[in-house]
T-cell receptor, first 115, second 114 residues
Framework: AQSVTQLGSHVSVSEGALVLLRCNYS??????LFWYVQYPNQGLQLLLK??????LVKGINGFEAEFKKSETSFHLTKPSAHMSDAAEYFC?????????????FGTGTRLQVTL | DAGITQSPRHKVTETGTPVTLRCHQT?????MYWYRQDPGHGLRLIHY???????DKGEVSDGYSVSRSKTEDFLLTLESATSSQTSVYFC?????????????FGSGTRLTVV
């Protein structure tokens, strides 16, 4: 079975500071991993995905994530935080049910950006 | 989100009443999913569909049923709503390659059971 663990339910950074959101995964097969962002009262938007190609994945809004098999990690980073980055971020791993794929999500990390 | 709409966006209902949430897609995708989102739990899979009339249970399916009579519509029914089903419900679709490109999510339905 696949699972993900997000360390830190709340992260606060200053505007212009590095953003680091942590995600560790567990998977019995080579994983497909995703980061989603959710702005208040909205659905989830795909930020980036890892599908076994390049280990450093670039996404939208300046975010990137690095797949590290030895550490079973897929941490999300952004060099310089902007006020508009304040949102909740979810890490997810793709698994299978037998009849379809499914995404299993972490519990989320709420990012606060302060002046 | 473009291609997937959920209705209603908000609903307040009383304990014990039946409730149906609707997910409609215009992408002709085969796979559709219902998730619920709760603080501290992230998103959890309720039911999913892998084709017309083909559905199966997810990890938190108790108290829920689904139906898919045509490709574009996936209905989630709470047969007798309880307060523990107060949540935000998201529909998602995936294709091609069974989610290798991630899922597309609707804007959600906020359900309150009083």
């Amino acid at each position: 079975a696949q699972s993900v663990t997000q360390l830190g339910s709340h992260v606060s950074v200053s505007e212009g500071a590095l953003v680091l959101l942590r995600c560790n995964y567990s998977s019995s097969v080579p994983p497909y991993l995703f980061w989603y962002v959710q702005y208040p009262n909205q659905g989830l938007q795909l930020l980036l995905k890892y599908t076994s190609a390049a280990t450093l994945v670039k996404g939208i809004n300046g975010f990137e994530a690095e797949f590290k098999k030895s550490e079973t990690s897929f941490h999300l980073t952004k060099p310089s935080a902007h006020m508009s980055d304040a949102a909740e971020y979810f890490c997810a791993v793709r698994g299978y049910t037998g009849t379809a794929s499914k995404l299993t999500f972490g519990t989320g990390t709420r990012l606060q950006v302060t002046l | 989100d473009a291609g997937i709409t959920q209705s209603p966006r908000h609903k307040v209902t009383e304990t014990g009443t039946p409730v149906t949430l609707r997910c409609h897609q215009t992408e002709n995708h085969r796979y559709m999913y219902w998730y619920r989102q709760d603080p501290g739990h992230g998103l959890r899979l309720i039911h999913y569909s892998y084709g017309v009339k083909d559905t199966d249970k997810g990890e938190v399916s108790d108290g829920y049923s689904v139906s898919r009579s045509k490709t574009e519509d996936f209905l989630l029914t709470l047969e007798s709503a309880t307060s523990s089903q107060t949540s935000v419900y998201f529909c998602a679709i995936s294709e091609p390659r069974q989610g290798a490109n991630g899922y597309t999510f609707g804007s959600g339905t906020r359900l309150t059971v009083v």
